[in-house]
């Protein structure tokens, strides 16, 4: 769960297009399937419900009801609202045959409250993109090293044995001559500068000899070819990330085993930061495996080209500034077999065409050279300047890669170049 903070919208997270002065809502719903038949997904859900095996929660910032009030009134005047005007409200199920996109700000009694304390049996994890692996490690409020050590559950005869094991530690060190001469000045010292009335008594030793102090104290030590035992802080960000989110794997597979989950969702900015391509690969295969839904936001091919084409979602800004989304396997105008055809040719270079601007497809390698090249020796710019791709598909079946091309898919402008020997069709 992300803190209630997350929730309240700062005007950054409102489109620019929107004029909060005048009343209206930003809304989001999502419809959840697959939990009949598990316990704790169909109790989280059971107010939800809108049909078998379906439910579905939203998500409304919208004036606050005084503020709707006072509006119906004619006390607050529309355009003269400010973001305090505004809150947030989490509801769910609700009569199946409202469209969501159809509920103005304005309208009540859609679905149920839904109390935050029923959403902390679903455990959501986000990973930012800029991510301090070390930092997370160690703090014992994130990390996923405490909380998959905790899922274990040691037992008690086990907890006692580790304590009597830093207990005999710490007295060995306090044994040590030097260690007691550095403590006695330090407590000497201490108590000097508090003072009588605040007077405390210090000591060394390891830790403070209790289980949940052995699992803070706890750290991963790797090691490799060239070293040994080394903590992650020698590591690079990109395997910190991998050794990261394998942990995290490893507590959420624990989880669902030890069946106390109402279910998890794993988000991740940009998974690909400071990986090389190759572990990109392995991490999006080892992602798919795990069975736990996970949504990511990317701009790697590598990543694209591993996914199937039912699962990407393209976001592409229009000429307006609004954004056009698109799941291209929803596309009516592709056939079962086109969409197979299309996972099997957006490979890594490809793929590049669901992030650029503008897309010029080209038949083979020699046009995808010639081509930029011409443009810049004639006209004097470069393709890639203007956030032009230009893409081999390596035959002359351009038919299929047309159809990317248009609303509720990929909504940029595409151009086909080809030999003589294509004729054009509409």
Not at 146 to 170: G, H
Not at 230 to 250: D, Q, T
Not at 253 to 276: K, M, T, Y
Not at 323 to 350: M, W
């Amino acid at each position: 769960m992300l803190p209630s903070s997350f929730r309240a919208l700062m005007r950054e997270d409102i489109h620019s297009a929107i004029d909060i002065a005048q009343p209206s809502q930003v809304l989001i719903g999502i419809e959840l399937a697959g939990f009949e038949g598990r316990v704790n997904e169909e109790a989280l859900v059971s107010t939800w419900k809108t049909a078998a095996d379906r439910a579905r929660i939203f998500y409304r910032f919208r004036p606050r009801p005084a503020v709707r009030e006072q509006l119906v009134s004619g006390d607050i005047l529309p355009g003269a609202l400010t973001l305090e005007d505004y809150q947030w409200e989490i509801r769910g199920g609700g009569d199946p045959a409202i469209d969501l996109t159809e509920i103005a700000w304005d309208d009540d009694g859609i679905g149920e409250s839904v109390r935050f304390a029923d959403l902390q049996s679903y455990l959501l994890v986000h990973l930012p993109a800029l991510r301090d692996v070390e930092s997370d490690l160690r703090n014992p409020r994130q990390s996923p090293l405490i909380r998959l050590i905790e899922a274990f559950e040691i037992d008690a005869a086990e907890q006692d044995a580790l304590i009597a094991i830093l207990d005999e530690a710490n007295q060995a060190i306090a044994n040590s001559a030097t260690i007691a001469e550095i403590a006695g000045a330090i407590d000497a010292r201490f108590k000097d500068v508090s003072g009588p009335a605040f007077e405390m008594d210090a000591t060394l030793g390891l830790s403070a000899a209790t289980f949940r102090a052995i699992i803070r104290n706890l750290k991963i030590i790797l090691s490799d070819l060239s070293l040994t035992s080394f903590e992650p802080g020698r590591n690079g960000l990109g395997m910190n990330n991998i050794l990261y989110i394998a942990i995290l794997m490893e507590y959420l597979q624990r989880r669902i085993a030890l069946n106390r989950s109402a279910g998890q969702l794993i988000l991740i900015e940009e998974p690909e930061a400071h990986l090389h391509p190759q572990l990109q690969f392995s991490l999006i295969a080892a992602l798919r495996a795990i069975n736990v839904q996970t949504i990511l936001t990317s701009h790697s091919t590598q990543v694209t080209s591993q996914v199937p084409l039912s699962s990407i979602v393209s976001l592409t800004k229009r000429e307006d500034a609004t954004i056009a989304a698109g799941n291209l396997a929803l596309n009516a105008a592709l056939t079962a077999p086109e969409i197979a055809d299309l996972e099997r040719y957006l490979d890594a270079t490809k793929s590049a065409l669901l992030y650029a601007r503008k897309v010029m497809l080209v038949e083979g390698p020699a046009e995808m050279f010639l081509i930029p090249a011409m443009i810049e020796q004639v006209y004097g710019v470069r393709l890639e300047r203007l956030g032009i791709s230009v893409i081999a598909i390596h035959g002359v079946h351009f038919d299929v890669y047309a159809k990317l091309f248009r609303a509720g898919s990929l909504e940029k402008k595409c151009a086909i170049v080809a030999d003589a020997d294509i004729r054009p069709r509409r």
